[in-house]
């Protein structure tokens, strides 16, 4: 159920929120021992916060959207009271002591939480096999990857063990899992949500974003987690949008958006699509480019006005990327050091263990491979000689990216873009691990979004001949969410599959 039926049924008390919450946990107690998408299961605190949902109905209060809905967070985004270990084993036993605010607004609307889920190691890995807690299975195929980095929030919606999860995407850590899972994931703009609570990995690319089952669904959470942060600076507030506070889904507030490009009985009309043109590139699987030229070919039938575009610089986004984002990388883990907070040596050996030995055992020790490989290539970066040769050069060519995004959408007058998500549809365990670029190359079609700061939105379109779920990205102005959610709608009603 959505979000909206499952909200229905509460007022209607067809269902009652803690029926609904132990529903869900005990799914989670048969399936995910499987799967391994939950690192934490909060059992009590879903009781608990189900039970104030009943409440509020029985008080005759009204409900808020999300009051009730079992849901999932991605083990790198903080909930006060509850290990947040980010994959990692640095901190396998950090209780959280604060909420981040994307969490704080969810408990503002009655958010039931049932649980934490697994992730690559600090958000750093494209298939959900570098958690420090063991790989996460994909539920279409226990013999394949969810992706990564998000790949147990992506596998949680897709097997039904939460009705949605937050997510974090830096580099497509949000849609690439929700491609190869089949469900939808949303990457906001930059700045659009508050990144307050959020692990740190690469500050300038991370945004928290939202996995779900419909397009509807991610647009409702999205619109209670958006906005400006005074603990953010980053942040911004977005005026256009729905109100979160409503259970209702405002159509007319929907109305500019649907007037503006006609969007009427799943037609368009007024609006243009670019499709990038060095998106397609050689190599790239015959299904995934199969489905995604489909979805452009339907969007034209609908009435969309088409049109190839160019963003010249995308061939240099993968490289850019792989070389700011490990400099941050090695800033943001430095404060992993054993001494203030997480695992340390110190614990095991208290005597003969000089500071320097304090930093470099419990830093070899507790963090894994992919890990350590990043923060050495960003403190290689940003030494002494090499800082103007390569990230220097990389911020500058970034610029460029941006500027083909602006171009494109300013000058090209471009409402949208229709890209694939992924190269393929998700790989075998163990397929890609023994060559971190092989791996790297699976983020070729998400990176850009992240290097420029767009949003950017990923629905499911089709399935491979082996039953694999095959994404298409549907990217925005910046804080032009609403666009995508107007238009994911019409093709996701188009284009909706079976789901697991």
């Not at 939950?38 to 008080?59: G, L, M, S």
Request: glycine share 8%; aromatic share 8%.
């Amino acid at each position: 159920m959505t979000i909206n039926q499952i909200h229905q049924k509460l007022l209607n008390k067809q269902i009652s929120a803690l029926e609904l919450a132990q529903d869900y946990l005990s799914r989670i107690k048969k399936i995910n021992p499987e799967l391994n998408a939950f690192i934490t299961v909060t059992e009590k605190e879903a009781i608990e916060q189900a039970k104030n949902a009943d409440n509020i109905i029985a008080q005759g209060q009204e409900l808020p959207i999300l009051a009730g809905i079992p849901a999932s967070i991605k083990d790198v985004i903080m909930t006060k009271g509850v290990k947040t270990t980010a994959g990692s084993k640095i901190l396998e036993n950090y209780i959280a002591p604060y909420d981040a605010t994307a969490v704080k607004k969810l408990k503002e609307q009655g958010l039931v939480m049932l649980g934490k889920n697994n992730c690559d190691e600090f958000a750093m890995g494209s298939s959900g096999e570098n958690s420090a807690y063991g790989a996460i299975k994909n539920p279409y195929d226990k013999e394949r990857v969810p992706g990564g980095s998000s790949g147990g929030s992506a596998a949680a919606v897709a097997a039904d063990l939460s009705v949605y999860s937050l997510g974090s995407d830096t580099g497509g850590s949000i849609r690439q899992p929700a491609a190869f899972c089949g469900v939808v994931g949303l990457k906001p703009t930059y700045g659009a949500v508050s990144r307050f609570g959020l692990i740190a990995m690469a500050s300038s690319f991370d945004q928290i974003g939202v996995i779900g089952k419909s397009v509807e669904d991610v647009e409702i959470v999205f619109n209670v987690i958006k906005g400006k942060d005074e603990l953010d600076a980053t942040s911004v507030e977005i005026r256009s949008g729905i109100k979160s506070e409503s259970p209702l889904r405002f159509e007319n507030q929907k109305s500019e958006i649907l007037n503006k490009f006609k969007i009427q009985n799943s037609k368009f009309k007024n609006l243009r699509i670019g499709v990038p043109k060095e998106y397609f590139v050689k190599g790239m699987n015959k299904e995934v480019e199969s489905v995604v030229k489909n979805v452009i070919k339907k969007a034209e039938e609908l009435g969309a006005e088409v049109a190839e575009v160019s963003l010249p610089h995308t061939e240099y986004a993968l490289a850019v990327y792989y070389i700011i984002m490990p400099s941050e990388v090695s800033a943001n883990l430095a404060r992993y050091d054993g001494i203030r907070y997480g695992e340390s040596v110190i614990s095991h050996q208290t005597s003969g263990v000089g500071l320097i030995d304090v930093y470099k055992k419990t830093r070899a020790k507790f963090l894994g491979d992919e890990v350590k490989r990043r923060i050495m290539l960003g403190t290689y970066t940003l030494s002494a000689g090499y800082y103007e040769a390569y990230y220097k050069k990389a911020q500058q060519v970034r610029t460029l990216i941006r500027q083909d995004f602006e171009r494109v959408f300013n000058q090209g007058k471009v409402d949208m873009l229709i890209t694939p998500t992924t190269p393929t549809p998700a790989f075998k365990l163990g397929e890609k691990t023994a060559d971190p670029l092989t791996m790297y190359l699976e983020d070729v079609f998400t990176v850009p979004i992240n290097v420029a700061g767009v949003p950017a939105l990923s629905i499911p379109a089709g399935k491979s001949k082996d039953g694999l779920p095959i994404g298409v990205q549907l990217v925005g102005k910046w804080f032009e969410e609403e666009v995508l959610f107007r238009v994911g709608d019409v093709l996701e009603k188009v284009f909706s599959s079976t789901h697991f």
